[in-house]
């Protein structure tokens, strides 16, 4: 069973940045969509944004613009750039893989963005 690691969270200002990594025990070709998910205390967990196997992206619209999905095969992880920032994208966030009837998620990290 591949296992996802998100590393990058943390605490930063409005209008600051940060980096999310999302490290996979296996191939991340085996999945056909990589996601980043967030999730604020009350509410549910949401599509944050996507890339497919083959390089596709998608976003939810209130980060368009502001962060940048993609991916590195070689080394097993996806990123989730983040620029910005503002307090309401203070969630925790989920990297989420799918693929050949699997859906695997990672523990989560706290992105946490003080106005």
């Known amino acids: 069973q591949v296992q996802l690691v998100e590393s990058g969270g943390g605490l930063v200002q409005a209008g600051g940045s940060l980096k999310l990594a999302c490290e996979a025990s296996?191939?991340?070709?085996?999945?056909?969509?990589m996601g980043w998910y967030c999730q604020a205390p009350g509410k549910q967990r949401e599509l944050v944004a996507f890339?497919?196997?083959?390089?596709?992206?998608n976003y939810l619209d209130s980060v368009k613009g502001r962060f940048t999905i993609s991916r590195d095969n070689a080394k097993n992880t996806v990123y989730l750039q983040m620029n910005s920032l503002k307090p309401e994208d203070t969630a925790v966030y989920y990297c989420?893989?799918?693929?050949?009837?699997?859906?695997?998620w990672g523990q989560g990290t706290q992105v946490t963005v003080s106005s």
């Open positions: 296996g191939s991340i070709l085996s999945f056909n969509v």
């Open positions: 989420n893989a799918k693929g050949f009837g699997r859906n695997i």
């Open positions: 890339i497919s196997s083959g390089g596709y992206t």
